[in-house]
């Protein structure tokens, strides 16, 4: 016999479902307008896409191929081919899934070519065991004995330690480990959820969770070490 | 032994709805109830807007123009959008 609770649960799982699909379909639908723009070859369409997508597909072919210089080749040519097949895009996805799909698949390609390719299952870090948090910010009754940092108003155009702090962050990005980047720009630069980000990057669930976990934990400790510095103070995080 | 501890490891799990339905309702409660894990939450959703715009750095204009170029000879495909005009 269903209890109360059962029919909550049941019910809110129904609810997300049918969120996540209705998320998607608004995706979907609001890409119609505008991919029937790039059909037409609209040259401010293209332009816009290029401009939304171009740092995020860098970092994640970076990911892949390793140097900045073969990411940027990937990325020119993941855009040519994007540009020269929206005629054949069929619209059963998403106009951003299909553009990262194309990319994974170049970078994967030059990589292999290269004989560089490493599955980014086992590309991600030593340190995914690491709390999010050191155990001594927490009293032994578990509450906290050195509190977060409250980040509220942080600007990115801020300066602190003597850059705005989306450039520190950049370079933060930048140092994760390839599968901790490439997880944390689909999920959260790109927007893509866990279920399309583990199909994109060919990692378990679990997997996926972790090296999430982890990148962002790490870009959480250096801003929250860059706004509690006094001025001129060394910033000491590592990402 | 107070709830705070377990805060990081279930923050993303609440943030991106795809933590269990208990976790995330005892995640809710607390946040309600504790200022300190409130601001810890808070500042996962801060970095990762910092994470979106620092890559929203725009492409070098060349590129661009290069990647318009390949659409055909003299770009005779393209068709200047409205905002454009």
Known sequence: MQTTLDLLRASLSLLAVAAAAAGAAIRIVADGDFVDRLRAGDAGAIRTLITRHHGALVGLAQSIVKSRAA???????????????????DGRSALSTWILAILLNKARTVARRESRYVPLSEEGGSDLDEPAVPPERFAADGHWAVPPVPLDGVDPERIYAGRQIWRHVGDAIERLPPAQKAVLILRDVEGRDAAETCRLLELTPENQRILLHRARAKLRNLVEQLVAAPVGAPVLAKA | MAFCRKIPDLADGYIDRDGSLADRLRVGIHLRLCGHCRAYVDGIEVTRR????????????PLVERLLARLGPGGDRLRSSPDET
């Open chain 1, 71 to 89: 990411a940027e080749d990937v990325v020119q040519e993941t855009w040519i081919a994007v540009i020269e097949g929206v005629g054949r895009f």
């Open chain 2, 50 to 61: 910092l994470a979106a715009a620092s890559l929203a750095a725009e492409p070098t204009d």
